[in-house]
């Protein structure tokens, strides 16, 4: 016997923090414990704040040299911090050379993930929407869109659901999946809005010199735009008027201003029909016909 002191497993595999451990009087086992513990969480420390530092600067200056805004930024930027954490912790599962941890947890990992897929379908289905809706922009935070008898002004959108807020103030959360399920009106994507207004005149009114009115009056309107200039056409012979429809244009419209707007323009309009004796007719109704009573041969009238 050459009198070396065999070592054990534990011993054997101590690295430099498991060494100053075992000088402190901890057992072999427990030092590789906390040697492993401490590893992993000064990895994770330095590479999650590395990643903080380094990585996320640069996302934000790749963003701001392409002009991204921040409905298009929110989800990179998400994306981009889950990537840090998750190299982190790959790195610190590495470095504290958790290797068959890693491996019994990844089958359980995968039959967990395969249960929770089917009991959040729903969820799954409304983060795959909000990345539909981030990548095609249908719509935008601060635009007035309208769906499925709904309509508001978009206020947040995340990757699960959207936030509307309705023209009567209330706050309409929305799966994702709803609004890229169906038809979604979003009538300010242009940043103008085509308003059409129908004026009905008497058929004894002159045509023209009421198109000529329904064309100054939106002239005059200083919110109303110039360009496209506009117009208004004779659309229907109804049964107690005749109908002209104008067409006129908003810039950067909000629901609001749209029914302001249309609200003054339509008063404008009909100011200047009374001042020039045009008339809006209401409908009028001639009924026809006898009154027979069963059973009477005459109605007797009121006593002399």
Same mark, same amino acid.
């Given at each position: 016997?050459?009198?070396a002191?065999?070592q054990?497993?534990a011993?054997?595999?101590?690295?430099?923090v498991?060494?100053?451990?075992?000088?402190?009087?901890?057992?072999?086992?427990?030092?590789?414990?906390?040697?492993?513990?401490?590893v992993?969480?000064?990895?994770?420390?330095?590479?999650?704040?590395?990643?903080?530092?380094?990585?996320?600067?640069?996302?934000?200056?790749a963003?701001d040299?392409?002009?991204?805004?921040?409905?298009?930024?929110?989800?990179l930027?998400l994306v981009?911090?889950?990537?840090v954490?998750?190299? $982190?912790v790959?790195? &610190?599962? %590495?470095? *504290?050379?958790?290797?068959?941890?890693?491996?019994?947890? =990844? #089958?359980?990992?995968? $039959?967990?993930?395969? &249960?929770? %897929?089917f *009991?959040?379908?729903?969820?799954?289905a409304?983060?795959? =929407? #909000?990345?539909?809706i981030?990548?095609?922009?249908?719509?935008?935070?601060?635009?007035?869109?309208?769906w499925?008898?709904?309509?508001?002004?978009?206020?947040?959108?995340?990757?699960?659901?959207?936030?509307?807020?309705?023209f009567?103030?209330?706050?309409l959360?929305v799966?994702?999946?709803e609004?890229?399920?169906g038809?979604?009106?979003?009538?300010?994507?242009?940043?103008?809005?085509?308003?059409?207004?129908?004026?009905?005149?008497?058929y004894?009114d002159?045509?023209?010199?009421?198109?000529e009115?329904?064309?100054?009056e939106?002239?005059?309107?200083p919110?109303?735009?110039?360009?496209?200039?506009?117009?208004?056409?004779?659309t229907?012979?109804n049964?107690?008027?005749?109908?002209?429809?104008s067409?006129i244009?908003?810039?950067?419209?909000?629901?609001a201003d749209?029914?302001r707007?249309?609200?003054?323009?339509?008063?404008?309009?009909?100011?200047?029909?009374?001042?020039?004796?045009i008339?809006?007719?209401?409908?009028?109704?001639?009924?026809?016909?006898?009154?027979?009573?069963?059973?009477?041969?005459?109605?007797?009238?009121?006593?002399?």
């Amino acid at each position: 016997m050459n009198g070396a002191v065999s070592q054990t497993p534990a011993e054997a595999g101590l690295g430099p923090v498991g060494e100053s451990l075992r000088a402190v009087g901890l057992g072999p086992a427990t030092a590789s414990t906390l040697e492993g513990a401490i590893v992993f969480v000064v990895a994770f420390v330095v590479i999650y704040l590395l990643g903080r530092t380094v990585a996320l600067s640069l996302l934000d200056r790749a963003l701001d040299r392409r002009g991204l805004d921040d409905h298009a930024r929110r989800p990179l930027v998400l994306v981009g911090r889950f990537l840090v954490v998750f190299v $982190a912790v790959g790195v &610190a599962f %590495g470095a *504290a050379d958790y290797g068959n941890f890693l491996v019994s947890m =990844a #089958g359980i990992a995968a $039959a967990g993930a395969l &249960a929770i %897929g089917f *009991a959040t379908q729903n969820v799954i289905a409304n983060f795959v =929407a #909000g990345v539909f809706i981030y990548a095609d922009e249908p719509f935008r935070i601060g635009d007035w869109i309208e769906w499925d008898g709904h309509s508001g002004v978009v206020e947040d959108i995340s990757l699960r659901v959207t936030r509307v807020r309705t023209f009567d103030n209330e706050l309409l959360t929305v799966p994702n999946s709803e609004l890229t399920g169906g038809v979604v009106k979003n009538p300010v994507e242009g940043e103008k809005l085509r308003v059409k207004f129908a004026f009905g005149i008497g058929y004894d009114d002159d045509i023209e010199l009421a198109s000529e009115i329904i064309v100054e009056e939106a002239e005059r309107h200083p919110e109303i735009m110039a360009e496209p200039a506009p117009s208004v056409r004779l659309t229907e012979l109804n049964d107690s008027d005749v109908g002209l429809q104008s067409r006129i244009w908003i810039a950067d419209p909000s629901r609001a201003d749209f029914v302001r707007i249309r609200g003054e323009y339509a008063t404008a309009v009909k100011r200047r029909f009374d001042e020039e004796g045009i008339d809006i007719p209401y409908p009028i109704r001639t009924l026809e016909g006898g009154l027979e009573l069963a059973g009477d041969r005459s109605v007797v009238g009121p006593a002399e």
